[in-house]
């Protein structure tokens, strides 16, 4: 047993009132392997920009809330690849959580393009037939869309929420919504871990909303995203369950 911890992390306040570890497993090799079991994991108010990773300084979508957690979490190591080895359940609070989309650079010519083509083309210049495929091409033209777009290429949760939030506003947009930036009223997300995927859905009574320009803006979620490199396991999917 190991007496309880405190810090701040990305911000926030990060606590464990109980700890198990077994230092049986670390080696010489990979001495922070240890086996560890982690009860009444909590974490308050952690800056979303912080874990995200974002600068403010890339050609993506921008978030910005407070995140708070709180749960248990067992396994074998902390490395990346150690992660494959993680069980547990979490639940994740979300305040003041916003959305905005890429900011629209100025044009090279005259004729300025508006909405969400617009925004493509100017951060992503050539990027407006590909686009257009997409808006009629479903799921496999927003893949070929991700092979071109540079901040679809990238790793990690921000890639991860640059993706899913792409394909939020590439549906929207079949409905005639365009909106620039979503602010969400606060919402909980309970994330159950297996063998490091960790399959994520609103926690029941949970809803996800918007607020601002989108307000009546309903959407719902679920999917499996992996712990150790942060990208998507099968599928990811949202969904509308209402519209201004």
């Not at 957690?69 to 979490?90: A, K, M, N, V, Y």
């Amino acid at each position: 047993n190991v007496q309880p911890i405190s810090a701040l992390y990305c911000g926030g306040a990060l606590s464990v009132e109980q700890i198990h570890a077994n230092l049986a497993t670390a080696t010489a090799a990979a001495p922070g392997r240890v086996k560890f079991e982690l009860t009444n994991l909590k974490l308050a108010r952690a800056d979303l920009r912080k874990l995200t990773g974002v600068t403010g300084q890339e050609k993506g979508y921008k978030y910005e809330g407070a995140l708070s957690c709180d749960g248990i979490l067992s396994g074998t190591g902390f490395t990346p690849p150690d992660r494959r080895t993680w069980q547990g359940g979490l639940e994740f609070a979300l305040d003041q959580f916003v959305v905005a989309r890429p900011a629209a650079t100025e044009q090279k010519n005259k004729k300025e393009k508006s909405g969400l083509l617009g925004t493509i083309a100017s951060v992503f210049p050539g990027q407006e037939n590909v686009l257009a495929s997409v808006l009629g091409a479903g799921q496999k033209g927003l893949g070929e869309l991700a092979k071109t777009v540079p901040f679809l290429r990238g790793q990690g949760l921000q890639q991860t929420l640059n993706y899913a939030f792409l394909g939020t506003d590439l549906f929207l947009s079949r409905f005639g919504l365009d909106f620039d930036r979503y602010e969400f009223q606060p919402a909980r997300i309970q994330f159950t871990i297996i063998n490091g995927i960790a399959d994520i859905r609103l926690a029941p009574g949970s809803r996800l909303m918007c607020k601002g320009d989108a307000e009546g803006l309903e959407l719902n979620m679920k999917g499996r995203i992996r712990l150790w490199d942060n990208t998507i396991e099968d599928t990811f999917d949202i969904w509308l369950l209402n519209i201004p």
